[in-house]
């Protein structure tokens, strides 16, 4: 990249009418802006209860810094499981969609093979950049972090690069070590991230919570907190989204009931003008709420519930689709799904865009207005009909991605496991597996035992060689995590059933790891190296038996 080149400006996240307050916020978070823009990067954290605003603010200030000259790419972390590293990815295929071929192979270096994993579209952009590379288990996630980090400082070029993060309590474990990684890289750098996340939804068991608290403790992230909207500011954001001036009751009622939250506000202020029959009606504001309107103001998950009620068949059946999808989705996907299509699939969309429920999120793509709307609508549906959904969204994906359908395992295998019993366990294993391997090519090693775990408890006790597979992918997980009698445990296992099968070949490469792991689990020989490369005699270097 030449001096003072950089790529041009990418979609920013989409923002809205309605928007009030937060000006302190936003003030703390240009002054962090304009520290990065002289080269003192850094991580902001946005945080607040579901529905605060953490993911409009961002949205806002995203918006602000694309118009004063920065560079901004973004990601979102997804409740549901997917591809590890799922927002990384987002940011890095905005990066190559936005940056020249020269630029590219400029920024790419000697890393093609590891970023190439992680971005399919970069081999297709940027020919001549390499897709494969025998990189060890044990260096791999190193590599690719450093590889990230290093991509984008050179793809930024003279502007100052934000990255939005949005959803981080949902981020999966190879995220918040690669956000961890990043931490300790952007002081010198003209790069900040900034990160939303529900504090109310912190579970201990999940990566982002620990993590969160040992960047906060160690200074090397910012959090700002987000309170309830004033009853002022409630009133301006009322105002701007309502076509007719509510009454003064009206008005107290939602500042009482929604406790300043917007998400609730919002819903609150379309319920009144969808139906007077919660605050008031027929111009006559009522003195006080009955027994259901007290019920419903009590939770904003019920007002939504309530307002999905009075949505029309058609775009009740296509939330429930799209919703079993994921938080984005294409029409094209949801059109090959078969619920509804053409005109009527096109009504039931702008039905819900107009009632907030849905966002356009680019071209025939949408998302939902926020994860509360698609979890609601998901909470109503019995077990068995959710099952039957994720198994004919796992149909659809599968006929939909085709020859390409192993590069989207982990999605498929997620519906497919999310079916239960509807779906053929050997087949949902085989997806889950190929996952694994995916995982795996990523340095994403605790979702690779995850899904072994998954795998190993599905696969039939007759499918011996999936399960010494299975068992051959546990040890390379192990083996990248510096866990080495728990990867000599793995192969020993992979090994014996090879041996059953007759395979010598996958057998002999299992041999191969284990004869350089000691009795005690301690490497007993260092991988040599040749003019002509490595030699593959290392656990890390031997080849993986295949399918």
């Given at each position: 990249m030449t001096p003072g080149e950089a790529p041009s400006p990418t979609p920013v996240l989409p923002t809205g009418d309605g928007f009030v307050g937060r000006d302190q916020e936003r003030l703390d978070i240009r002054m962090a802006l304009e520290r990065a823009a002289t080269g003192s990067g850094g991580i902001l954290f946005v945080a607040g209860a579901p529905g605060i605003g953490a993911s409009r603010l961002a949205s806002e200030v995203a918006v602000e810094a694309s118009r004063k000259g920065w560079w901004v790419l973004s990601g979102r972390c997804a409740e549901q499981d997917g591809s590890p590293l799922g927002p990384v990815r987002e940011v890095l295929s905005a990066a190559v969609a936005s940056s020249s071929v020269k630029s590219l192979h400029e920024a790419v270096g000697t890393n093609g093979p590891v970023l190439a994993r992680l971005v399919p579209s970069l081999r297709q952009k940027a020919r001549g950049v390499?897709?494969?590379?025998?990189?060890?288990?044990?260096?791999?996630?190193?590599?690719?972090?450093?590889?990230?980090?290093?991509?984008?400082?050179?793809?930024?070029?003279?502007?100052?690069?934000?990255?939005?993060?949005?959803?981080?309590?949902?981020?999966?474990?190879?995220?918040?070590?690669?956000?961890?990684?990043?931490?300790?890289?952007?002081?010198?750098?003209?790069?900040?991230?900034?990160?939303?996340?529900?504090?109310?939804?912190?579970?201990?068991?999940?990566?982002?919570?620990?993590?969160?608290?040992?960047?906060?403790?160690?200074?090397?992230?910012?959090?700002?907190?987000?309170?309830?909207?004033?009853?002022?500011?409630?009133?301006?954001?009322?105002?701007?989204?309502?076509?007719?001036?509510?009454?003064?009751?009206?008005?107290?009622?939602?500042?009482?009931?929604?406790?300043?939250?917007?998400?609730?506000?919002?819903?609150?202020?379309?319920?009144?003008?969808?139906?007077?029959?919660m605050l008031g009606g027929g111009g006559q504001a009522q003195a006080s709420y009955t027994e259901e309107d007290l019920e419903l103001a009590q939770s904003v998950r019920g007002l939504i519930g309530r307002r999905l009620e009075r949505l029309s068949e058609p775009a009740q059946r296509m939330l429930v689709a799209a919703a079993v999808i994921g938080r984005d989705f294409d029409i094209s996907l949801l059109e090959a799904f078969g619920e509804l299509s053409g005109h009527e699939l096109r009504d039931a969309l702008d039905e819900a865009k107009r009632g907030h429920f849905l966002a356009s999120a680019g071209l025939d793509r949408y998302r939902f207005g926020h994860d509360l709307v698609r979890q609601r609508v998901l909470a109503v549906l019995p077990l068995p009909r959710l099952q039957a959904y994720h198994l004919a969204v796992a149909d659809t994906l599968e006929r939909v991605y085709g020859k390409s359908a192993n590069e989207h395992a982990s999605e498929i295998g997620h519906h497919l496991y999310q079916a239960g019993t509807a779906a053929d366990p050997e087949r949902t294993s085989g997806h889950l597996l190929e996952a694994a391997r995916n995982a795996l090519a990523v340095g994403a090693f605790e979702e690779v035992l995850r899904l072994i775990d998954v795998t190993l408890q599905l696969l039939p006790g007759e499918k011996i060689r999936d399960r010494a597979q299975a068992l051959a992918i546990r040890g390379q997980a192990y083996w990248g995590l510096a866990r080495l009698s728990d990867a000599k445990a793995a192969w020993n296992g992979a090994l014996g059933r090879y041996e059953e099968v007759g395979d010598s070949r996958a057998a002999a490469g299992i041999h191969a790891r284990l004869r350089d792991i000691g009795a005690d689990g301690a490497v007993a020989v260092a991988v040599e190296h040749t003019e002509a490369g490595p030699i593959a005699t290392s656990p890390a270097e031997a080849e993986l038996p295949n399918r």
């Open positions: 390499s897709g494969i590379g025998d990189v060890p288990s044990d260096r791999l996630r190193e590599q690719l972090f450093r590889a990230v980090f290093d991509f984008l400082v050179s793809c930024q070029g003279a502007k100052p690069l934000l990255i939005v993060l949005d959803d981080l309590q949902w981020a999966d474990e190879a995220t918040v070590l690669l956000l961890r990684d990043m931490a300790e890289r952007l002081g010198g750098s003209k790069i900040v991230i900034l990160g939303t996340y529900w504090e109310s939804e912190l579970d201990s068991a999940r990566p982002f919570t620990t993590a969160v608290s040992r960047l906060l403790r160690r200074r090397r992230a910012q959090r700002i907190a987000l309170a309830r909207l004033s009853d002022r500011e409630v009133e301006k954001m009322v105002a701007a989204m309502a076509e007719t001036p509510l009454t003064p009751v009206q008005l107290i009622g939602i500042q009482a009931a929604t406790e300043g939250n917007p998400l609730f506000v919002e819903h609150s202020a379309l319920y009144v003008a969808e139906s007077e029959s």
